[in-house]
C-alpha cells in the first residue's frame, strides 16, 4: 500500500468511528445509487415541469379552437372564412392560388 492510502486508513481509524462510517457509507448509498437517487429525482422534475408547460401550450390551443367553434356556430360568414382560408375550399366559380412561404431554390 503506498504512504496516501495507509495515511488515510490511519485517519479514518483515528477521528472516525465504525458506526460512522457505515452510516456515512448508507448515505452514499441512498445519495448515489437505488431508484430513489438525487440524481434521478432532478432529472424527474425536470420532466414533469416540461409536460406542465406542454399542458399549457395545449390548453392554450384548446381554448383558442373551443372559442372559434363557439364562434363558428352563430357565424356563418366566419366559418366560410375558415373553410376558405384552413381547408383550401372554393366556389364553383372562383380560382384559388396558393402561395408558399418559403422561396424556390435558386439553381446554380
Not at 415541469?49 to 364562434?71: C, F, G, P, V
Not at 372564412?81 to 372562383?94: A, F, L, N, P, W
Request: aromatic letters at 10%.
Amino acid at each position: 500500500m503506498n504512504a496516501n492510502a495507509s495515511s488515510l486508513l490511519s485517519w479514518i481509524r483515528r477521528f472516525m468511528s465504525p458506526a460512522t462510517l457505515v452510516c456515512l457509507l448508507v448515505l452514499g448509498y441512498i445519495i448515489f445509487s437505488g431508484e430513489n437517487t438525487v440524481f434521478r429525482s432532478i432529472e424527474y422534475d425536470r420532466t414533469i415541469d416540461s409536460l406542465r408547460a406542454e399542458l399549457e401550450a395545449n390548453r392554450d390551443t384548446m381554448l383558442y379552437y373551443r372559442d372559434l367553434n363557439r364562434r363558428m356556430a352563430s357565424d356563418h360568414d366566419l366559418m366560410e372564412q375558415v373553410v376558405r382560408e384552413q381547408y383550401g375550399m372554393k366556389r364553383t366559380s372562383e380560382d384559388v392560388f396558393i402561395f408558399n412561404e418559403t422561396p424556390p431554390e435558386i439553381e446554380d
